[in-house]
C-alpha cells in the first residue's frame, strides 16, 4: 500500500469523476449509446414490418441485445415474436414460416459462431426458393481482426447461399441515419421476397455492427418503448401483397444501400448460386 504522506496518495484514493467508470457524466454518456443502438435497431426492424415482416425469431447473446429489445417491443404493434435456444433450430423456424406464409421472418442472432449456425436452413432456404432475413449482430471495425472475443469473418459465412449481402456502418447501425436504415431494410426485404430480376424469392443476410454498451438502462428502455409506440411502419411503407416491388430511392436494383456487397455479387450472373430449375 501507499504511504499517506506519498505526493501520488491523493491522486489515487480521490480521483477525479471523470476517471470513474460510475461517473454521472460517463454513465450519461453510455446511457445515450445505448438508447442509440436501440433506436437504429428499432427502427430498422419497423421499416421491416412496413415492408411485411410479421415475424422473428430471436437467439440467445450479448451482441445483439439491441435489436433482441426492439423485437420485444415491436410486439405490440403486430411483430409476432418467437424464442429459441439455438440458431440452427431458429434458422428452421424462420424457414417453415416464410414457407407456410410466402414472406420472410427474420432470424435474429449474436455475432461469432451463432452466424455459421443459420447455413443449413438458409441452403435449404436457397434451394426451394423460400423468403429469409437473416440478421447478425457484430463487433464494429475497429474490434475485428484483433483477436477480440466472438469476432470473425462472419459477413462471409453464408455468402454462397444468399440472394444478397447487406453491411451496417462499420462504426455501428447507431451511426446510420433513418433514410439509410430504411433503404437497407427495403433492398433486403426486396431481395428476399425476388424482387429483383430473374432471381426467385430466398434467403438475405444482414450483418449489423453494434458498439458497446449494449443494454438500455430503465431510463432508455422507457424512451425506446414510447417510440416503439409509434407506427411500427415507418419510413417503409409497404403492403405485404405488394412487397416483391418495394423501391428504393436512388439504388439500382442489388446496389448496397450502406456497407458493401460480398466480394463476389449475389446475383443471377453468378454460377451455382441459385438452381437452374429455379431461374
Known amino acids: 500500500s501507499m504511504h499517506p504522506s506519498s505526493p501520488f496518495a491523493a491522486a489515487v484514493v480521490s480521483p477525479p469523476d471523470s476517471f470513474l467508470p460510475h461517473a454521472p457524466s460517463n454513465r450519461a454518456a453510455s446511457a445515450e449509446r445505448a438508447e442509440a443502438n436501440g433506436r437504429a435497431a428499432l427502427r430498422l426492424l419497423q421499416s421491416l414490418m412496413g415492408c411485411g415482416l410479421r ?30 435456444l439455438d440458431e440452427r433450430s ?50 464494429p471495425a475497429r474490434l475485428k481482426g484483433c483477436g477480440a472475443n466472438q469476432s470473425v469473418n462472419q459477413e462471409t459465412f453464408l455468402q454462397g447461399s444468399c440472394r444478397w449481402f447487406g453491411q451496417g456502418a462499420a462504426t455501428g447501425l447507431a451511426s446510420q ?44 428502455l422507457a424512451a425506446l418503448a414510447a417510440a416503439a409506440a409509434l407506427d411500427a411502419g415507418a419510413g417503409a411503407a409497404a403492403n405485404p401483397a405488394t412487397a416483391r416491388s418495394v423501391p428504393v430511392d436512388g439504388l439500382e436494383p442489388g446496389s448496397p444501400p450502406y456497407g458493401r456487397a460480398p466480394e463476389t455479387p449475389l446475383s443471377c450472373s453468378v454460377p451455382g448460386n441459385v438452381p437452374a430449375e429455379l431461374v
Open 55 to 84: 415475424h422473428g425469431v430471436v437467439c440467445p447473446g450479448s451482441r445483439s441485445a439491441p435489436l433482441a429489445v426492439a423485437a420485444a417491443l415491436l410486439e405490440a404493434k403486430g411483430l409476432v415474436l418467437h424464442t429459441a
Open 177 to 220: 441515419d433513418a433514410a439509410a436504415l430504411d433503404a437497407l431494410a427495403r433492398e433486403a426485404y426486396r431481395w428476399s421476397m425476388g424482387g429483383c430480376g430473374p432471381l426467385p424469392a430466398g434467403p438475405v443476410h444482414l450483418n449489423l455492427p453494434f458498439e458497446e454498451p449494449l443494454h438500455p438502462d430503465a431510463a432508455a
Open 90 to 139: 431458429a434458422a428452421f423456424l424462420a424457414l417453415g414460416l416464410g414457407a407456410a406464409e410466402g414472406v420472410p421472418a427474420a432470424v435474429i442472432t449474436t455475432s461469432g459462431s451463432a452466424v455459421a449456425h443459420l447455413l443449413p436452413a438458409c441452403v435449404e432456404a436457397n434451394h426451394g426458393a423460400i423468403p429469409m432475413l437473416l440478421l447478425s449482430a457484430d463487433r
